[in-house]
């Protein structure tokens, strides 16, 4: 053991100064690690038992208004065929879910100005008219203060915007000018206020990361206190600006969680279909490491391929009762279980 005391001080949510995170981040040796995630595991049966959550996830539109550089469904990006889903085709993807025992659905999307204030508000209302057990959660981006109450006024329950690095120059390199870290921020503390669960997140090992911005990562993460953080490694898509970039890495998105889920012992942590990507069995890695959450495809199978944010995505060409179980026995064979139930977060 080179770092008994960092593991420590880490699991009594003790402050870790720049520096410890650092080494814990980087500098673990392999038994370490699986102290690491031994902890992480505790903690998280602790506060959640041994329920794994489940989110529908329906991809309903893939128009984006924005460049972000690492994502495959850039504006830029002509090499795909675009689609949108009708407010219809939505509604029947979260009949289907229901049936399948989802009890939270999470429509995410581009930035698609097609969906306005009103037609938005109007889709929330339907769900939640009919299912009004079932918890909605958004990943719209970055939108107005006013869309974002009118929604919540709605009955969407929750919001998933991840910051992608908390490092002004970092954030720079990935996205072009007209974006700012700045705003995106503001959007989530206008989203925390309004009284959204709210979701932030980052990209591990995305083009130019270092070690520090992800400590600074972990920083702002403390600060605006989510409840919710999703986390992937980066994947390379051939059709971006970083086509000639290297994928982040399985071990250091695994190490994360569980720096995660120690930092912060209530949180949401889903074990995201990108880390199912990178590995073929990434998100049961992730659920020994400290992850609760798992998000499985709803949407309809003629479009999943076209939301490729990056290549060799996993899942596109199953029907959602085929996912379901597939990962239900994936969820089993690390000795959890998929809840039924809108799986809140612990985080007030
Ligand atoms: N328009 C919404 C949804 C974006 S897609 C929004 O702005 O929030 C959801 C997430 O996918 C992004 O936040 C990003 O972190 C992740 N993502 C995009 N491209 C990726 C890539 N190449 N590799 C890994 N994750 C990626």
């Not at 991809?59 to 949108?84: A, H, M, P, V, W």
Request: glycine letters at 8%.
């Amino acid at each position: 053991m080179k770092n008994p005391d960092l593991l420590n001080k880490l699991e009594k949510e003790k402050d870790l100064t720049d520096q410890e995170l650092a080494q814990v981040i980087e500098g673990l040796t392999g038994e370490e690690t699986e102290v690491l995630f031994a902890r992480a595991r505790a903690v998280r049966e602790r506060e959640y038992g041994k329920d794994v959550y489940v989110r529908g996830l329906i991809e309903f539109s893939n128009i984006c208004q924005n460049d972000c550089y690492y994502c495959g469904i850039r504006k830029s990006n002509t090499n795909l065929e675009r689609y949108r889903l009708t407010p219809e085709e939505i509604l029947d993807c979260a009949r289907e879910g229901y049936q399948l025992g989802f009890r939270t659905f999470v429509l995410q999307s581009g930035e698609d100005a097609w969906f306005t204030r009103e037609r938005m508000s109007d889709i929330i209302r339907k769900i939640k008219k009919e299912f009004p057990d079932c918890a909605i959660t958004l990943s719209l981006g970055e939108r107005s203060r006013e869309e974002y109450e009118e929604w919540f006024a709605a009955g969407a329950d929750r919001y998933l915007l991840r910051h992608e690095t908390a490092d002004d120059d970092h954030y720079r390199y990935l996205h072009p000018e007209n974006m700012s870290l700045a705003n995106r921020k503001n959007c989530l503390y206008t989203l925390r206020e309004i009284g959204y669960q709210v979701g932030a997140g980052f990209m591990v090992g995305s083009p130019v990361q270092t070690v520090d911005n992800l400590v600074s990562d972990i920083r702002f993460l403390q600060e605006l206190k989510p409840h919710m953080i999703g986390i992937g490694p980066f994947l390379t898509h051939p059709d971006t600006p970083f086509a000639d970039k290297e994928s982040g890495s399985l071990s250091r998105t695994l190490v994360l969680l569980g720096i995660l889920r120690l930092l912060f012992p209530g949180v949401l942590l889903p074990a995201t279909t990108a880390l199912g990507t990178i590995a073929p069995n990434g998100r049961e890695q992730g659920l020994l490491a400290g992850a609760n959450v798992v998000m499985p495809n709803l949407s309809p199978v003629g479009v999943r391929k076209k939301y490729e944010l990056y290549a060799n995505k996993i899942c596109t060409g199953e029907e959602s009762a085929q996912c379901k179980n597939c990962l239900n026995l994936r969820v089993e064979s690390v000795g959890y279980q998929l809840a039924v139930s809108r799986g809140d977060s612990r985080v007030v």
